[in-house]
């Protein structure tokens, strides 16, 4: 069965830096999603990915943050300058072109910023 | 921002019995509702969904529930089995824009005890 795949799964890195979370979405699939998951938290959709551009972004995705496909199969998301409170599960979900809603994720990244 | 809620954080039931897990929303221009199930470090999995237009929707051990008028849907699990034990997620997609982001409640853990 087609899945959506993530990596890596869990990256550490200090405040300040750039980091790229990678995803690869299920084949047939056109719309691509990222959502995070602070801690004990609810999970919080961050942005949407369709036909090579941002269909909508929530306030949570400002400045630092960009999305890119820059192949047929990769979707990625960059954060570019890294704060303590991005710590977070990121979450990658992909759904096909039709009436139905379903999106499928993937397993989910662990970014811990120190 | 709690469009979607969950008010239940955890649920305890014998293993056989009826799973009832309960989801409030308040907007109206919600269309499409999902349960998604979560085991811990892995990413949520979409379990089974319902469009506004219906009130209920089986598939095998469960069953959603849609009340309009309430703003209240419902996911039964019935029988209960160990394995069920996750956090279940309710989602919502908006039919304004088509960008199909889904807004997620808080989540209720669910323990199926043998």
């Known amino acids: 069965e087609p899945e959506v795949t993530q990596t890596p799964s869990h990256q550490v890195t200090q405040m300040g830096q750039e980091v790229i979370l990678r995803c690869v979405p299920i084949?047939?699939?056109?719309?691509f999603y990222w959502y995070r998951q602070i801690l004990g938290q609810k999970v919080e959709f961050l942005v949407s990915f369709y036909n090579n551009e941002i269909s909508e972004k929530s306030e949570i995705f400002d400045d630092q943050f960009s999305v890119e496909r820059p192949d047929g199969s990769n979707f990625t998301l960059k954060i570019r300058s890294t704060k303590l409170e991005d710590s977070a599960m990121y979450f990658c979900a992909s759904r096909e072109q039709g009436g139905s809603y379903e999106q499928y994720f993937g397993p989910g990244t662990r970014l811990t910023v120190t | 921002d709690q469009q979607v809620k969950q008010n239940s954080p955890s649920l305890s039931v014998q293993e056989g019995r009826i799973s009832i897990l309960n989801c409030d929303y308040t907007?109206?221009?919600?269309?499409?509702f999902l349960w998604y199930k979560k085991y811990p470090a892995e990413g949520p999995t979409f379990l089974i969904s319902i469009s506004s237009i219906k009130d209920k929707n089986e598939d095998g051990r469960f069953t959603v529930f849609l009340n309009k008028s309430a703003k209240h849907l419902s996911l039964h699990i019935v029988p209960s089995q160990p394995g069920d034990s996750a956090v279940y997620f309710c989602?919502?997609?908006?039919?304004?824009?088509?960008?199909?982001?889904?807004?997620f409640g808080q989540g209720t853990t669910l323990q199926v005890k043998p």
């Open positions: 989602a919502a997609h908006s039919d304004s824009g088509n960008t199909g982001k889904l807004i």
């Open positions: 907007n109206s221009m919600f269309d499409y």
């Open positions: 084949s047939n699939h056109l719309y």
